[in-house]
């Protein structure tokens, strides 16, 4: 046995990174205990296992003969070589364990774990016979359910539900929770995380409380998304997964306010944070939302530096902008109309149909009608292929509106009048323009 334990205590040490090189050690010293722990022995065996196979099978086999009436120590031993993937000597010491007690479930555990995800069938028999073995093993039921989860859902769900019924602070709803989220299915995951989240939220991990909101974000349940963003808020202050949510979620919800401050927390206060595009254009879009166009402005301006293909949205927002500045200072009018079909012209390549439609009412904005400058862009748009009946109708009021009204061309307003009338019968300037000269 000195033997067995100067080579177990070795292995305790190398697996000690910061253990000094061993020169004596004294029977009086703490970690001759070890080798009586299966704990303990498990790990400095399946070391061993690794890195001294011959001596490691020499200590197997005098460690089963000593302690041959004690099942723990032979499945401990059975688990090392499992760990080395052995499964022969693992069944071997399984045996023992079997002889020394034959109602010792984690023998039974361990002989499903060797058959695994592999043969989950023949698994689900040992763990099956574990919970037979033993009741209270909390062990079998939650790897029958581990293997069974995708073969055979509802089996999976009666045996966690079995061990809440043996064990009721077992939460078995969180259970299936999380193995329904690890096996892709969204849909279930989500109702079971909300009864595991009604029953207790603190049982629930952060990332069980991440992915429950993420999945009720994505199924467009964003008030109840956003309860339980909140409540991550206040376990993990610093997760970026809640911090993005609840900020995004406030956007939505137009709480500019509310999504600036977290706009704050995702980029400058959450840790191991990679942010994206639309963490950029919502972060200047809530700027915009509460009125601060020139903060907003720079936002647009920096995240279009930052990247080769910037969103066709802040162009879009930043056009947007300088058409209210427009508005706002009349003195300045035609430089930020100018910057505005600027912002507009970028998008031609990406959407060319919302480009000259945008264009278009610049034009307008700028001389009111009297040039026909946005016929230009009319004409453009009218040209592609599938434009829709709304932007077709704008297009043909237009013309109406400059040649009945700049141009005196009743004739001409007329044909656009007929034109607008296939594809808008009830509109209320079609029966005015048709209606003239009668």
Same mark, same amino acid.
């Given at each position: ?88 000597? #693992? ?5 023992? !364990?079997?002889? &020394? /007690? $034959? @109602?010792? =479930?984690?023998? %039974?555990?361990? +002989?499903? *774990? ?8 023949? #698994? ?5 016979? !574990?919970?037979? &073995? /033993? $009741? @209270?093993? =909390?062990?079998? %039921?939650?790897? +029958?359910? *581990? ?8 089996? #999976? ?31 279930? #995951? ?249």
């Amino acid at each position: 046995m000195k033997k067995i334990l100067y080579i177990l205590v070795l292995a305790f040490i190398s697996l000690d990174m910061s253990a000094k090189p061993l020169i004596t050690l004294r029977k009086k010293s703490p970690l001759v205990g070890h080798y009586q722990d299966p704990i303990a022995v498990q790990e400095a065996l399946a070391l061993l296992i690794q890195k001294h196979g011959l001596q490691a099978d020499t200590i197997a086999i005098e460690l089963s003969e000593r302690f041959r009436r004690d099942p723990k120590m032979q499945v401990a031993v059975a688990r090392a070589y499992h760990r080395n993937r052995e499964e022969g000597h #693992a069944r071997q010491y399984l045996a023992a !364990a079997f002889r &020394a /007690d $034959s @109602t010792y =479930a984690p023998a %039974y555990v361990l +002989y499903g *774990d060797i058959f695994g995800m592999a043969q989950p069938d023949s #698994a689900a028999v040992w763990y099956d016979r !574990a919970i037979t &073995a /033993d $009741s @209270t093993y =909390a062990e079998g %039921y939650l790897r +029958y359910a *581990d293997v069974m989860m995708r073969r055979n859902p509802e089996a #999976a769900k009666q045996r966690l539900q079995q061990l809440h019924r043996v064990k009721p602070d077992f939460n078995a709803d969180l259970y299936i929770a999380q193995a329904a989220d690890d096996s892709g299915n969204a849909t279930e #995951a989500t109702e079971y995380f909300e009864k595991a989240y009604e029953t207790n939220p603190k049982e629930m991990s952060t990332k069980q409380l991440a992915n429950f909101a993420s999945d009720l974000y994505l199924k467009g349940n964003k008030d109840k998304a956003l309860e339980v963003a909140q409540y991550g808020q206040s376990v993990s202050p610093r997760s970026a997964t809640f911090n993005r949510l609840v900020f995004w979620i406030s956007h939505d919800n137009k709480d500019w306010e509310a999504a600036i401050r977290n706009a704050d927390l995702l980029f400058n206060q959450s840790d191991s944070v990679k942010l994206n595009e639309q963490d950029y254009i919502y972060r200047a879009e809530a700027l915009q939302g509460a009125g601060r166009n020139d903060e907003a402005l720079k936002e647009y301006e920096q995240y279009i530096a930052s990247t080769e293909k910037p969103s066709v949205m802040a162009y879009s927002n930043m056009g947007k902008i300088y058409r209210e500045y427009a508005k706002e200072d009349e003195a300045r009018k035609d430089e930020f109309l100018q910057k505005a079909d600027q912002m507009y012209a970028k998008i031609e390549d990406y959407d060319p149909g919302y480009s000259y439609y945008m264009r278009a009412l610049v034009a307008k904005q700028k001389d009111a009608m009297k040039q026909g400058l946005s016929i230009p862009f009319y004409e453009k748009l009218l040209a592609l292929p599938d434009v829709s009946k709304s932007r077709q109708a704008a297009a043909y009021e237009y013309y109406i509106m400059y040649y009945a009204n700049i141009k005196g061309d009743m004739k001409t307003a007329k044909r656009y009048g007929q034109k607008l009338q296939q594809i808008d019968p009830d509109n209320d300037l079609v029966k005015q323009i048709m209606a003239v000269g009668k």
